[in-house]
């Protein structure tokens, strides 16, 4: 893990330094809850394995790294806002929703199939006049915690 949070550390000073903001103490701190946790988190996750942290400072500070493209939000079955590294800082990946509990952890899949579902979609879509440009494949299911 400590390569990939030096890289992962490295892209985000890059990023933010291009927008003209600075990597303070507390974004930094909250790229290594991203990195720790592997998987789209919310801020009361982040909270339980920091607790010294504020829920404000938490808040802005993931508002500030959504606004330079370092995170995005995703969307799960529950209510709670679940953060993670845009696809440009961890790669393409996609989401498995577990409808129970509302885990949601990151798989990737082999770049042959990746290409296969752009085909797939490209084709699907061909007769509609829309044209994609990215996609985010979402499975729902149950966890292994949860079956």
Do not use: W
């Amino acid at each position: 893990m400590g390569e990939r949070l030096a890289q992962t550390h490295e892209l985000v000073s890059a990023r933010l330094h291009k927008a003209g903001q600075l990597y303070t103490k507390g974004r930094r701190e909250l790229v290594e809850l991203l990195v720790l946790t592997a998987r789209p988190a919310t801020i009361p996750e982040m909270l339980e394995l920091r607790p010294r942290l504020t829920r404000s400072s938490l808040y802005r500070n993931m508002a500030d790294l959504e606004s330079v493209g370092i995170v995005r939000r995703v969307v799960g079955v529950d209510d709670p806002t679940r953060y993670e590294f845009s696809e440009d800082i961890i790669g393409r990946h996609h989401h498995a929703i577990c409808t129970k509990c509302g885990t949601v952890a990151d798989f990737f899949m082999p770049a042959p199939a990746e290409r296969n579902l752009e085909t797939s979609l490209d084709k699907a879509l061909g007769t509609t006049g829309f044209q994609p440009n990215t996609h985010r494949l979402d499975v729902f299911g149950t966890c292994p915690n949860c079956h």
